[in-house]
């Protein structure tokens, strides 16, 4: 009665629902695509070599890249100092103009 009433029952409500009532290994033996296995060794040889190839490219943009923002990173390390060396002028220069008026008063009085 169950191979004969109920499993082609099951079957037919399942197909009106695409496939939401079936067990999941009925689903995934109807939907799933299968992948192709590879057989060669020389294929596997094949892909292998091309995702090596393809890491050391993308290791070398990254090298190139990485070069490039350390280069920008030392301009502007070297503008900073260089900034930091004209404030350091300007304040001992503003210091020495300071001290100039002060003994300027002091010998005045």
């Known amino acids: 009665m169950t191979i004969c009433l109920i499993i082609p029952l099951w079957l037919l409500v399942g197909l009106v629902t695409a496939g939401w009532l079936w067990p999941p290994q009925v689903r995934e033996w109807l939907f ?21 190839l393809d890491l050391k490219s993308d290791v ?4 190139e890249d990485l070069l490039e923002v350390m280069n ?5 390390l070297n503008e900073i100092k260089d900034e930091g060396d004209m404030v350091k002028e300007n304040v001992l220069n503003d210091m020495k103009l300071i001290k100039e008026l002060l003994t300027t008063f002091l010998v005045e009085d």
Do not use: C, F, P
Request: avoid cysteine; proline fraction near 0%.
């Open 32 to 52: 799933v695509q299968k992948v192709a296995n590879i057989t060669t060794r020389a294929d596997v040889e094949h892909i292998i070599s091309k995702q090596v």
């Open 60 to 63: 070398g943009e990254l090298k």
């Open 72 to 76: 920008s990173d030392e301009k502007d």
